[in-house]
């Protein structure tokens, strides 16, 4: 079975990229490397360069590749850029999902999976957070991807396209094996900024805000491990190949960390001190997102095998130490 892995150059899409080929899957990536690493790709892997927006480009892989499936990486992800810069995340999220399915439906392939996110819930009704809970975006990155799930309804209905929608709580961490991991510029995730400490590039780490309503006053986030996430897309596809229906799937480890939290536990996970500074809360930042991921575990028979945070951070340390400039 082939699958075309659009965006299999970024951080999430290359660690699906592992597990495919582990798993025995024939994989074709394509990405525009403007934000993935062609050195994230393995050689294992099919190779082109190319925009998700370009109908050729697209087309011609689907004329010259057999492709029995479709996993969708490929969109922009910073919320703070999404607000300065609105239009760019429509066109890349949405213009590039849009033909992405047009090429799809003209190409006969039927079945695709992709990313979404905690963000197209912005301010939670409850935690944990379920898939029918509201979705009400707080910011144009999080609306994006919520117009990307209902772009796939659709179009499914129309074409018949099978869809399974992931949504994201917090990625982090890197492959065991330490040969790819996290690599963005500029890095806004709290993970790899507190690793920068230890790894000498930055004195402390900022705290957004310690007036938030949780036990210690900084925010509480669901951190979810990437090899993981990538699991999951397999077994989304897998689900679909076996008749499963189109859904939406929350993927958390359904515990939740204040930053305070991550910063112990990457202080145990490094052995190093690393000092922090309280600053003002960044807009938009909800003050707790925990998943449930129920859901997921009954339909797709999904089950992290992360869980525990120093160990995720300690394949995180593994990367960054061994790579302090990135896939540079
Ligand atoms: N955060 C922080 N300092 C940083 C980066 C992030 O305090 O330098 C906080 C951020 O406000 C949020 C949490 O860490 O509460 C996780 O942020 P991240 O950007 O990693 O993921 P998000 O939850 O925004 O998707």
Redesign the pocket.
Do not use: E, K, P
């Given at each position: 079975m082939s699958v075309l892995v659009f965006g299999g150059a970024g951080y999430i899409g290359s660690h699906t990229v592992y597990e495919l080929l582990d798993n025995g899957y024939d994989v074709v990536v394509a990405d525009n490397l403007s934000t993935g690493h062609i050195e994230a790709v393995p050689e294992r892997a099919k190779f082109y360069n190319g925009d998700i927006r370009d109908k050729k480009f697209v087309d011609g892989i689907f004329k010259k590749e057999k492709i029995d499936c479709v996993i969708h990486f490929a969109a922009y992800s910073l919320?703070g850029e999404s607000m300065s810069s609105p239009l760019k995340y429509y066109n890349n999220n949405l213009y590039g999902t849009m033909n992405l399915l047009e090429n799809m439906v003209e190409n006969g392939v039927k079945n695709i999976v992709f990313s979404s996110t905690a963000?197209t819930y912005g301010e939670p009704e409850r935690i944990p957070i379920y898939e029918e809970d509201r979705t009400c975006p707080t910011n144009t990155y999080g609306e994006t991807k919520l117009s990307m799930e209902k772009m796939m309804k659709w179009t499914e209905q129309a074409h018949g396209i099978k869809y399974v929608a992931l949504r994201y709580f917090?990625a982090c961490g890197a492959h065991v094996s330490g040969v790819i991991g996290e690599d963005h510029s500029p890095e806004?995730?709290?993970?790899p900024?507190i690793l920068q400490v230890p790894n000498g590039k930055r004195p402390y780490?900022?705290?957004?805000?310690d007036d938030y309503d949780t036990p210690d006053g900084?925010?509480i986030?669901d951190y979810i491990h990437v090899t993981d996430l990538a699991r999951a897309h397999i077994l989304a596809m897998e689900y679909m190949a076996k008749g499963g229906q189109s859904d939406v799937f929350n993927l958390g480890n359904g515990v939740g960390f204040s930053?305070k939290e991550i910063v112990e536990a990457s202080e145990r996970a490094t052995g190093f001190k690393i000092p922090v500074k309280i600053e003002k809360r960044?807009a938009g930042?909800p003050a707790k997102?925990v998943a449930s991921s129920q859901k997921a575990k009954n339909v797709l028979k999904w089950k992290p095998e992360f869980t525990n945070i120093e160990e995720i951070i300690k394949t995180a340390w593994l990367w960054h130490s061994t790579h302090p400039n990135g896939y540079k």
């Open positions: 919320v963000a917090n806004t995730h709290l993970i900024i780490v900022s705290i957004f805000g900084t925010c986030r930053v960044r930042d997102l």
